[in-house]
């Protein structure tokens, strides 16, 4: 039996591994068209990236055709590189260091030589192509902007590098990938599907037709369209009333989370990404890292709240019953929380309630409602994460999680920060008073900000902003839909409100006002710093202001954010002011003056200060 059963063995294994040869090297073809065989050359068919529109339709992001020269090192042969580097007007060592680059790419496999030749380049190499052994070209689409705005939302396209080959083996050498923005985001639905043709090659490498009839070929597909949620109209207004400014501002739909204009400035027209400049022109705005056009200040840019903030405390002054709207506390130019201990306050000092507190912006009245609220709890701990809990309610201190690549969490203290910073104990409400006027550690995003304003306006929910509005093909994220209540009751929302409506009437707003358009704003003024030299200095303070209109059934909310621009509303609010505007009254705009002064006013002065060595205007 054993003399049988080894035999046995090796027979049945050396059959089935000859089955298996068998099948492979006659039956099944599929691995010759993904070998390395040289008969078979893989021709790439790429499609056209989808469209971007803006909600009202209008055509933002087009293509244009663009054509690649790729190489393939081991098929070069006799040539002219002498005629070869004049028509492409290159020189011999910018053409053996493409080549090199090639060979260690790899000597059999193409690579690009020569990327985004206009059509002028390429009819002149194609008319010559046929004595460039090795080399031979890629047709692709670039985007073609009919806009000169939005550039921090489309983002740009760019070659792969192999890093991402490595990462994601559907890129191949030169093909193009989107960075940033929506291009980033949205990249396997707006890229499409690229087509793949196996060409048959005879010996002496002519080609020969499609291998196996084009039993393997594949079509393109073009890429999906998509509508994006932004207003281009407003985009282009917000981005020419910020010029010779730095900041954001960012537009929300309260009843959608649809962000509706989204601008950083300095910005830069898209147009600059495309085509053979595309490097030189990223390097250039990559290095300018004083005003930072390549920084997204409406979602990376984290500052000090200021006085916005204010309306949070009061809410959760409200919802913790330390106070009710006709609680009153006195002001006498500011407020003392402790032995020597004292915040100063512009509002002019009395009585403030609620509604005048809001309105007349005074510190004196948060710094009491802030200080109620903490020591309500019989260890200062427990009062700050009470107050954190209601604050991270509204999505702050988090990623907001919205449909865009980059993001900053912004900074919302708790006890365990404190404990940190204090580790012997002794923190209390009146070490962090700062808190209530939005300085001290709090930190939020233009983002955030106007997230927060969309939540007011709901009277306690909000949508996670979001910059898609539909997408060809495809359905909205589910949670773009989903509704998120804070912790604060809807009743506490009314009588803020109505002091936000103030702020405009006869509060720090009232020279803001707009005719037949029922404003909510407030005004804020927040301290800036930096470092210069390895010291820390004060720089001009930042003009902030946070809106939403109209009061009944709001249709935008906003957050503008001027660097170095002095108080709230001397810049941010103006301009919101403007842009609520143009937005509900679907560009007609009444306050002339306002604009005038937004559109050739200018702050290039205050940011040359930190070279300058002019002292900065700081509000005490």
Not at 312 to 317: K, M, Q, R, S, W
């Given at each position: ?21 068998f099948?492979?090297q ?16 893989i021709?790439?068919?790429y ?5 971007i ?9 087009a293509n244009?055709?663009s ?36 060979k260690v ?7 690009v ?16 192509i046929?004595?460039?052994d090795?080399f ?20 740009y ?12 083996p559907?890129?191949?050498?030169g093909?193009?990938?989107?960075m ?15 087509g ?8 002496f ?31 282009k ?16 739909e ?5 962000i ?32 930072m ?5 409406g ?6 709240p ?5 309306i ?6 409200l919802?913790e ?13 500011g ?20 509604n ?10 948060f ?9 309500k ?20 201190g988090?990623?907001m ?21 204090y ?8 070490t962090?008073?700062?808190n ?9 995003t233009?983002?955030?900000?106007a ?42 929302y009314?009588?803020?409100i ?53 009061r ?11 660097e ?6 001397r ?5 919101a ?18 604009e005038r ?24």
């Open positions: 039996m054993r003399k049988i059963l080894l035999p046995g063995i090796i027979i049945a294994t050396t059959v089935l591994i000859v089955a298996r040869l099948y492979l006659i039956l099944d073809d599929s691995y010759i068209k993904k070998s390395d065989n040289n008969a078979i050359k021709v790439y068919d499609p056209e990236r989808g469209y529109y803006d909600r009202n339709g209008e055509l933002m992001v244009q055709p054509y690649d020269i790729m190489v393939i090192p081991n098929e070069m042969k006799n040539l002219d590189t002498l005629e070869f580097c004049t028509i492409l007007n290159i020189t011999k060592e910018e053409f053996l260091k493409k080549i090199d680059k090639a790419y790899s000597p059999r496999l193409p690579s030589f020569l990327p985004q030749l206009n059509k002028i380049e390429y009819a002149a190499f194609q008319e010559k046929r004595k460039y090795g031979y070209i890629q047709k692709r689409s670039l985007r073609d902007y009919q806009v000169e705005v939005g550039a921090n939302i489309f983002g396209i760019t070659q792969v590098n192999e890093a991402i080959i490595e990462k994601k559907y890129y191949k050498s093909d193009l990938i989107g940033q923005g929506v291009e980033q985001t949205y990249e396997e639905i707006l890229r499409g599907i690229k793949v043709k196996y060409r048959q090659r005879d010996r490498n002519k080609d020969i037709g499609s291998y196996k009839e084009g039993k393997y070929d594949t079509i393109s597909v073009q890429g999906s369209d998509i509508t994006l949620t932004i207003d281009v109209d407003l985009q207004y917000g981005e020419a009333l910020m010029k010779n400014k730095r900041g954001g501002i960012v537009a929300i309260p009843k959608t989370g649809e509706l204009a989204l601008v950083t400035a300095p910005s830069y027209n898209p147009a600059l990404l495309v085509g053979r400049e595309r490097s030189k022109n990223y390097t250039t705005l990559y290095n300018d890292s004083i005003a056009p390549l920084f997204d200040r979602l990376l840019a984290e500052y000090p200021g006085s916005p903030f204010k949070l405390t009061a809410l959760v002054g919802q019953g330390v106070i009710d709207e006709k609680t009153q506390f006195l002001c006498h130019g407020f003392s929380y402790g032995r020597g201990a004292f915040m100063r306050c512009h509002c002019g000092s009395g009585v403030r309630d609620l005048v507190g809001i309105y007349k912006s005074c510190n004196a009245y710094g009491n409602v802030f200080k109620l609220s903490i020591d709890y019989n260890k200062p701990k427990f009062g700050v994460n009470a107050w954190s809990n209601h604050i991270q309610s509204f999505g702050l988090n990623f999680g919205y449909d865009l690549p980059p993001g900053r969490k912004g900074h919302i203290p708790t006890s365990k920060y404190y404990d940190r910073w580790p012997n104990g002794g923190w209390k409400s009146s962090i008073i700062s209530s006027i939005g300085q001290g550690e709090i930190l939020m233009p983002m955030q900000l997230s927060m304003m969309a939540t007011i306006a709901n009277e306690g929910y909000y949508y996670t902003p979001h910059i898609i509005k539909k997408i060809e093909g495809h359905k909205i994220d589910k949670k773009f839909t989903t509704k998120h209540v804070t912790t604060i009751d809807k009743q506490y009314k009588p803020v109505n002091g936000l409506f103030d702020v405009y009437n006869s509060g720090t707003a009232a020279g803001l006002r707009v005719e037949g358009i029922e404003i909510c704003g407030k005004t804020g003024t927040a301290e800036n710093f930096t470092k210069i030299n390895g010291q820390r200095v004060q720089l001009t303070d930042h003009s902030v202001f946070v809106a939403f209109a109209p009944e059934n709001p249709k935008i909310a906003i957050a503008v954010l001027v170095n621009g002095y108080w709230g509303s810049w941010a609010g103006p301009i002011s403007l842009m609520i505007e143009k937005y509900v009254k679907k560009d007609t705009i009444t306050r002339k003056d306002l002064r937004m559109l050739e006013g200018s702050l290039q002065f205050e940011y040359e200060k930190v070279t300058s060595g002019q002292p900065f205007t700081i509000n005490r």
